[in-house]
């Protein structure tokens, strides 16, 4: 065996977009994927915090909830659309997301919140590979990101 060669051009490190097709609803869907130790999906719930209220509800998308493992969906973020004195307060209860303000508003109050959970079924943090699987994965998102760019655009 002769010895090994110098390290060529690797080229760029993956496509712009992965994505996770599952049966959702009874139809395939897309996610698109991030890169992270976890296999995470995430959503955004919007709600509104009721006029005299302190709290408002919303439930989480049933495709959301199918998607993830259970009882992995956390709250990330909440962000109301104006701002309240104090800590503005949110969690997922029951399939619901919870969103808990400080005092009430004296006008409707919209909360955006962002939602993680775990991908259903796939719950190891960084999976060990060898460097062939890792040449095939890469070849697999060259060869999918290239049949993505041969469909055309639909017009509107």
């Known amino acids: 065996m002769g010895r090994t060669g110098g390290t060529g051009n690797t080229g760029p490190t993956g496509p712009a977009k992965k994505t996770a097709i599952l049966q959702l609803g009874g139809q395939w869907r897309g996610l698109s994927c991030v ?52 800590t503005l307060g949110a969690c997922v209860e029951q399939g619901q997301v919870v969103v808990r303000a400080p005092t009430t508003a004296a006008r409707p109050v919209s909360v955006n919140v962002l939602l993680a959970g775990v991908r259903r079924n796939v719950t190891e943090r960084f999976p060990v590979y060898t460097e062939e699987q890792a040449l095939q994965n890469d070849a697999f998102w060259r060869q999918a990101v290239a049949a993505d760019a041969a469909v055309p655009a639909a017009s509107g």
Do not use: K, M, Y
């Open 35 to 86: 890169e992270a130790p976890n296999t995470l999906f995430f959503d955004l719930a919007e709600l509104a915090i009721p006029v005299g209220q302190a709290e408002g509800q919303a439930a989480i998308d049933p495709l959301f909830v199918e998607a993830c493992q259970p009882d992995s969906i956390r709250v990330l973020s909440a962000q109301p659309d104006v701002p309240l004195a104090g």
